[in-house]
Structure formats: structure tokens, C-alpha cells
């Protein structure tokens, strides 16, 4: 017991004389907060539109001035030729073009039905999928004001009879960051902890002193206790101040038990020591520690859901993520943080995370060697 | 400059057992005053039949040796001769292929843990933390050992005095000259007194008066009654030792004491001696 408090004393001596560490700890997660949490949204604000009026008409320029009106979009070029807006597109610069044919008017009047063409810049799908849902909703704005102008009001009513008034819970705003920092939260604790402990243990290989440790008496599991836990504690802290920063300056809501939100965090950061350890323990260089992390890390965090919701992946990718630590953190820290969950909530991803850090950890320590 | 205030305490304050002036006085003193140590014929460190190979490749072929208690035990050989490979057997930081080895009356194989109590390690690579302080490097080695935090700080002070370190305390290992650090690395590595210290290559790349001043370490502790187990290339060094073994290609072709050695191969140094062995080992290839 002892044996490891003087290791736990060194270790923390060796990250504070770091003259790199004091950065790490306390500016990169601002940053991350501030950068990622503004930049990584999906919300889509000025839809770069060319508009092919050819009717000319004063029913195909209010449905121009609904698109000019919408904070959505923005109309960048007019012109009469296909052409020239199909080149805009490849410019890319814009990334959906509106055609009103002639006649559009006439026809509306006539016939009661009318054709407009959208065509979208659909090179990433999910952000096309979006730009269409919006130009459908602006479009059927503009046919229900049709509607209240060209007929009775009677009428009217019995065409309305159906209304759907949708109540967002858990983000009645549907804030963008209320749903991002939770996340950015995670990868934050994922990247301190996973990154130091990888390199840490490999450092020791590098420089030769793991030699010097291993004719000593110590056991396996004292040190390596000693090792991981100085990047537990840092970890936690780590979180601590991001909920902090969070707090202030996006008033994200906590809505659940702050006990949960750190008793979770803390099995998850054994987790995640556990991978950095194991690495460590198949490394001979802090350069291939670094790359093997990485390489774990990229997959851990673009299968997360974080950016992309887990439910929308094929079966198997959702089979993969079942061993993605990542993953059941970000689900618990948003169930706790949004929705308030409790621990009976939570408890399945709890329990994963439980066996999964015995189960790393244990693999680590026995992959470890002293002898070899 | 510092140091070099350091350097000139040591040389003055403490008793320099072999006179540091004279180059080769020390040794025949050494020798003459061998018998003042507890060197007996209780064997301390006994390896029958030891073998370790790498693949095909054979570091370590049946060797067999004793090391008696107390004594300085050279262990010589050219470069890739299977000496560290021993060494790191010895003290249980790999595992044998096969064999026998008995180290301070323990089995290396099943009593792995004891034998760490009872031995202390230096290697050719650097074994301080750098960015701890000199203080710190002592704490850390001396808490993982088990030794209580007040005998930690009684033990550090005698041997920071020893080596005339008291003022460099809080500096850091980074910013100390190399001969300094070997010093305090020995130092650290016996900090347990352990009953046998092995040296792997402790004195490379350091100048003479350094390595002199290192040596002069060496026979303090062996006259406290630790037994010494040391690798090394430079051959004035092997005539400090009370016996030496030579490996050539894993296997050992000579253990003597230096002055039966150079009788037995009609040599008058054992730089002679250890050319004529290996050139031996050129002539089988």
C-alpha cells in the first residue's frame, strides 16, 4: 500500500514539472469546448441558393421572397440559364438551385396544380436530406397561403382539420449544444486519459528506467495501480471543469444527479486507463503507442454517436459498438446530463462499463510483464 | 562549475581508501588489502548448467560459476559475449531456458520475489528519473524497497553526505554531470542494502578520475559486506576485482583472479589476457 503512495507521489511530480501539462489540463478543454461545440453542428443556416425565375410572374416571386425571407437560405445568384446555375453548383457555390417554370402562374390558376424543379447538391446525404425538408416546408407555407387566399374560409376549415402541435422534450429549444457538450465532454475525458496512460507506462521502457523498477520487489499491481491512478484522479478533475465551463458558458442544463455523472465517469475512465495500459504493454516506443491509440481512438469516437446517431448504423456496426467504450458514455452522460436519468435508467450501460473495465484491466496487468 | 566545488569536498573531506593520485597504486593496494574484507568461501550467487537461447540463437551456453560472499566479481567479455544477458537472469528480469540459479541461497525460479529483496541493480542505461530532483529519485527508490518514510530520510542524507550531494538535493537529475548521476545511481541501487549488487556496464562512457572515484564506491560497499557482481569492458577495471570470469561467444573460457589469469596465459596485464581469449574465439569461427 505504501509502495504505491510513493508511486502515485512520483507520478504526479513527474506530470505537474511538465511544463507541457498545465496547457493540456486547462486550455485544451476550453478550446474544445468553445471550437468544437460552435463548429460541429448540424443545424444548417444559410443555404446557398440560385434561383431560375423564368415565369416572372408575382406568384413565382413571393415564392422567391419566402426563400429571401428564411433565415435557412440564402439566395446568391438569379439567372435565366440552367447552365449557368449548374456551374454556380459545381463552383460550389451554391448548393441548391430553385426552377420556376413558365407558365407557373397561369397554370396554379388554371389547372390548380403547378411544377416547380429542386435540384440539391447532395454529396453529403444528410445535410441534402435537410436542405430538401426545408425547401419542402417553405413550399408548403407558400401553397397554404395560396390556399387562405384563394378560398373561402369554410372551406378552408374543412381542409384543416388535422393539426399537429409538436411539444421537444429534453431540448424544448432543440439547442444544438445542449446536445454537442455532453459529448465533447466525453471525447475530452477520453483523449487526456487514454493519450497520457498509453505513454506513460512506455516511457518508462524508452528511457530504461522500467528496468530499474521491475529488479525491485513491487508487484504488478501495485505499480500499475500507481501508475493509472494520478490519471484517474486528473481525469476527473478534467471532467470537473468541463461541466464547469460548460455551465458558464453555455448554460448547458444538469439536469441529473451530479454523483451519477462522476460515479459513471469514473468506472469509465478504468476503461479507458485499461486500453491505454494494454497498449503500453505492447509498445516498445511512445511514437507506436501514439499511432496504435490513435487508431483506436478515431474508430471509438466516429462510432460513438457522437456526430451520428448509433440507430441509424447498419446492425453490425451497432453489434461493433457494443465494444466501444465510448459509446455507452456518451449514452449515459446524455441520458443524465438532458434527461435526468437515474441509475435505474442507466443501469444496463453501467454494468457494461463495469465488466468492461475488469475485464481490460485484468487483461493489461496480465499482459504486463516483469520478467520476460 | 558547481560541481566542481562537489568534486573537490569528496577529494578532500572523505578517506579515499586507494589514494586518488597515483594511477596504479590503487590496485596493488587493493589487492594487499584484500583480506580486511569478509570474503569467505560461502558461495552467494552458485549457476550450474545455465542456458538461455533467443530463437536458434545460444547467449548463454551451460555456464558455471560460483560467486563467493563478499568478494568483487568481474565478469568480462567483448561486446555481445551473452554477459548482460547473465546479469539479467541473475536478477530475475528473464527467464532462463534451462538450469540451475541460486542466488543468496534462494531459487531464481521460485523465489523470484525474495531474490529481488535481497539484490540491488545497476544497468548500462541511465536508471534516474531525469526530471526528478535528486531527493526525489532517492524517495522514489528507496519507498518502492518498503523502506518507512522517516528511514527514507535518515538513509538519503547519509547518502547525499557521502557523496557530497547535500547542496545539489533539489536539483534535477537532468541538470547534474553524468559522473554525478552514475554515483547516485550506484548509490540508489544499494539503498536497500541488498546482500549482492549487480553492475552492468556501470562505468561506460565517463572519464577516468570519475570511473576511479565510481570504483572507490565500489569497495566502500564491498567492505560493508556487499558482494559485488560486475560487468565491464575496460580491462584495468578487471584488476580490481578479486576474481574474474571471461566470456567469449556465451560460454566461459577463464575464472581466476586476475593475478593467477595473467600467470596462466603469461600475460603482464589482463588486457593481454582477455586478447588472448579472444582471439581464440576468432580463431574457432
Given amino acids: 500500500m505504501n509502495t504505491i503512495l510513493f508511486i502515485i507521489q512520483k507520478e504526479f511530480i513527474q506530470v505537474f514539472r511538465n511544463r507541457m501539462m498545465m496547457p493540456i489540463i486547462f486550455v485544451v478543454p476550453i478550446v474544445q469546448l468553445i471550437i468544437l461545440v460552435h463548429a460541429a453542428t448540424f443545424e444548417m443556416k444559410n443555404i446557398k441558393v440560385s434561383v431560375i425565375d423564368l415565369d416572372m410572374s408575382s406568384s413565382s416571386r413571393k415564392m422567391v421572397s419566402k426563400f429571401q425571407g428564411s433565415p435557412f437560405f440564402l439566395v446568391k445568384h438569379t439567372s435565366f440559364s440552367e447552365k449557368e446555375a449548374q456551374t454556380e453548383m459545381k463552383k460550389g457555390n451554391v448548393d441548391l438551385i430553385l426552377q420556376i417554370p413558365y407558365g407557373f402562374e397561369r397554370r396554379l390558376v388554371k389547372e390548380n396544380t403547378a411544377k416547380v424543379q429542386v435540384v440539391v447538391n447532395a454529396i453529403n446525404g444528410a445535410s441534402a436530406g435537410l436542405i430538401n425538408a426545408y425547401t419542402t416546408m417553405i413550399i408548403l407555407d407558400f401553397n397554404r397561403e395560396l390556399l387562405i387566399d384563394w378560398l373561402t374560409p369554410g372551406m378552408l376549415a374543412a381542409t384543416q382539420n388535422i393539426t399537429i402541435s409538436t411539444s421537444y422534450w429534453y431540448n424544448p429549444k432543440l439547442n444544438y449544444k445542449t446536445y454537442m457538450v455532453p459529448g465533447i465532454l466525453c471525447l475530452l475525458v477520453t483523449i487526456i486519459s487514454f493519450l497520457l496512460s498509453g505513454m506513460n507506462i512506455v516511457r518508462e521502457k524508452e528511457i530504461g528506467t522500467i528496468e530499474q523498477i521491475n529488479v525491485t520487489p513491487i508487484r504488478k499491481v501495485e505499480f ?14 478534467e471532467l470537473a471543469f468541463g461541466l464547469l465551463i460548460g455551465k458558464l458558458l453555455f448554460s448547458i442544463p444538469i439536469i441529473g444527479s451530479l454523483w451519477l455523472i462522476f ?3 469514473g468506472v469509465y475512465i478504468f476503461v479507458i486507463l ?6 503500453s504493454t505492447m509498445t516498445n516506443t ?4 501514439m499511432l496504435v491509440s490513435f487508431f483506436f481512438m478515431v474508430i471509438f469516437i466516429l462510432m460513438s454517436g457522437l456526430f451520428t446517431s448509433i440507430e441509424s448504423m447498419p446492425v453490425w456496426a451497432q453489434n461493433l459498438d457494443r465494444i466501444n467504450p465510448i459509446a455507452y458514455f456518451i449514452r449515459i452522460m446524455r441520458m443524465v446530463m438532458l434527461k435526468g436519468s437515474d441509475f435505474h435508467d442507466i443501469r444496463e450501460s453501467f454494468y457494461s462499463l463495469v465488466v468492461y473495465a475488469v475485464a481490460i484491466i485484468s487483461f493489461a496487468v496480465w499482459r504486463y510483464r516483469k520478467v520476460t | 562549475m558547481l560541481y566542481g566545488a562537489y568534486e ?8 579515499a581508501p586507494f589514494g586518488e593520485g597515483a594511477g596504479g597504486g590503487a590496485i596493488e593496494q587493493r589487492t594487499a588489502n584484500g583480506e580486511q574484507r569478509m570474503t569467505n568461501n560461502e558461495n552467494i550467487i552458485t549457476v550450474r548448467n545455465l542456458v538461455k537461447k533467443f530463437g536458434h540463437f545460444v547467449a548463454n551456453d551451460h555456464l558455471n560459476f560460483e560467486v563467493r560472499k563478499g568478494e568483487i566479481f568481474g565478469f568480462l567479455g567483448a561486446n555481445g559475449a551473452g554477459k548482460t544477458t547473465t546479469i539479467r537472469i541473475l536478477c530475475g528480469l528473464s527467464y532462463p531456458t534451462s538450469g540451475e540459479v541460486n542466488v543468496a541461497g534462494l531459487d531464481i525460479y521460485r523465489q523470484r520475489n525474495l531474490v529481488k529483496r535481497n ?6 542505461r541511465f ?4 526530471d526528478l530532483t535528486v531527493y526525489e529519485n532517492i524517495r522514489f527508490y528507496a519507498g518502492i524497497y518498503g523502506l518507512g518514510r522517516k528511514e527514507i530520510v535518515t538513509k538519503a542524507e547519509v547518502l547525499m553526505n557521502r557523496l557530497g550531494l547535500e547542496a545539489a538535493r533539489d536539483k534535477l537529475i ?9 554515483k547516485l545511481a550506484f548509490s540508489v541501487a544499494i539503498i536497500h542494502d541488498p546482500k549482492i549488487v549487480f553492475l552492468d556496464e556501470p562505468t561506460g562512457g565517463v572519464d577516468p578520475i570519475t570511473r576511479r572515484q565510481f570504483w572507490n564506491l565500489i569497495f566502500e560497499a564491498a567492505r560493508e559486506g556487499i558482494t559485488i557482481f560486475v560487468t565491464t569492458h575496460y580491462m584495468d577495471e578487471a584488476e580490481y576485482c578479486d576474481r574474474v570470469t571471461i566470456m567469449v561467444d556465451g560460454k566461459i573460457s577463464a575464472l581466476d583472479t586476475p593475478s593467477e589469469l595473467k600467470k596462466t596465459y603469461a600475460a603482464a596485464n589482463m588486457n593481454e589476457v582477455f586478447l588472448k581469449l579472444a582471439r581464440t574465439a576468432i580463431n574457432e569461427e
Fill in chain 1, 224 to 237: 500499475i495501480t500507481g501508475k493509472l491512478m494520478p490519471f484517474w484522479i486528473i481525469a476527473l478533475f
Fill in chain 1, 263 to 265: 460515479l459513471s465517469a
Fill in chain 1, 274 to 279: 485499461g486500453f491505454g495500459l494494454l497498449i
Fill in chain 1, 286 to 289: 511512445q511514437q507506436q503507442s
Fill in chain 2, 8 to 15: 573537490y569536498r569528496k577529494l578532500t573531506t572523505s578517506p
Fill in chain 2, 119 to 124: 539484490i540491488g541493480y545497476m544497468s548500462q
Fill in chain 2, 127 to 130: 536508471s534516474l528519473y531525469d
Fill in chain 2, 174 to 182: 537532468r541538470d547534474l554531470p553524468q559522473g554525478w548521476k552514475q
